[in-house]
């Protein structure tokens, strides 16, 4: 029983090591994720037969040993959830970069549409200067929201500063 905890023992801390690199680790970080489960999995299998050789201990030491191998498991299925908590937040980055890449392509596509609006204006047969007025309307538009927006967040910060 002992030349097989030792050995389980020892895979234990160096899962522990490899997942101090898997939070550095970007690009291998999946191979060593694979890597870290794996040797989990051995590991289980490490205890289920260590659980038996305990229970073929002599009456003295069997406690002990029960001790010493439920000690292993409480490790790794610590290990486990570590695992698995960044498995879930390296899911959760991937998603959320998978939406701000939609997201950034809606800008364009926004861009898109208004020169779609823009070509069905001109094959309806309004003129270059009704076009020019439409366009210019809109950059104004956009610094009286730029304007609007600051003129509210002055009033805010004045309000704060008057009322506390």
Do not use: W
């Amino acid at each position: 029983m002992e030349p097989l905890y030792q050995q389980t023992h020892k895979q234990v801390h160096e899962i522990q090591s490899h997942m101090g690199r898997l939070e550095t680790a970007d690009k291998q970080s999946l191979h060593l994720e694979n890597e870290i489960q794996a040797s989990i999995d051995q590991i289980f299998s490490h205890l289920e037969r260590l659980e038996i050789l305990s229970s073929k201990e002599p009456p003295n030491k069997r406690q002990n040993a029960r001790l010493r191998v439920d000690q292993l498991k409480y490790d790794v299925q610590h290990l486990q959830t570590a695992l698995q908590n960044f498995q879930h937040r390296r899911y959760a980055r991937e998603q959320q970069e998978r939406q701000r890449e939609e997201l950034l392509s809606r800008t364009f596509t926004a861009n898109g549409t208004q020169k779609k609006i823009l070509d069905i204006a001109n094959m309806l047969g309004l003129s270059n200067t009704v076009m020019r007025l439409i366009e210019k309307r809109a950059f104004q538009d956009k610094y009286f929201m730029i304007g609007g927006m600051l003129l509210t967040c002055v009033v805010m910060f004045l309000v704060v500063q008057y009322l506390t």
